[in-house]
């Protein structure tokens, strides 16, 4: 299982100049586990542990092998997850899918450079 609080903060530091096209900051959420705000709008983005005055655009709850199927390039049906109850979302969904289509670019530019 990937360390999803490295992951993210490791993402938002290799895209910081990136991240405002994200549009919207998102939080996740493990039950009974962590819970991460990545910040991509403002004077100071990054991953905080703890809900600040941000606002959050998109907020997920699931289960961490779920979190980790998303962030690894895993096949996820979040519609299917959301219908067993093993996901829960509210906002906008698109602010997610933005920031990961942000780590598939850079591993597409890793993979082209031999890094």
């Not at 910081?16 to 004077?43: D, E």
């Not at 093993?86 to 591993?107: K, M, N, Q, Y």
């Amino acid at each position: 299982m990937i360390d999803l609080g490295a992951h993210l903060d490791a993402l938002c530091r290799r895209n910081r100049l990136l991240l405002p096209r994200v549009a919207g900051n998102f939080a996740i959420h493990i039950p009974g586990g962590s819970t991460w705000v990545v910040v991509t709008q403002g004077r100071s983005p990054g991953v905080r542990t703890e809900l600040g005055d941000e606002v959050i655009d998109f907020a997920i709850s699931c289960e961490a092998d779920v979190l980790t199927a998303l962030f690894g390039g895993g096949d996820v049906d979040l519609s299917r997850e959301v219908a067993e109850g093993r996901v829960a979302v509210a906002g906008d969904p698109a602010v997610l899918v933005r920031f990961l289509e942000l780590a598939e670019r850079r591993s597409l530019l890793d993979v082209r450079s031999g890094t």
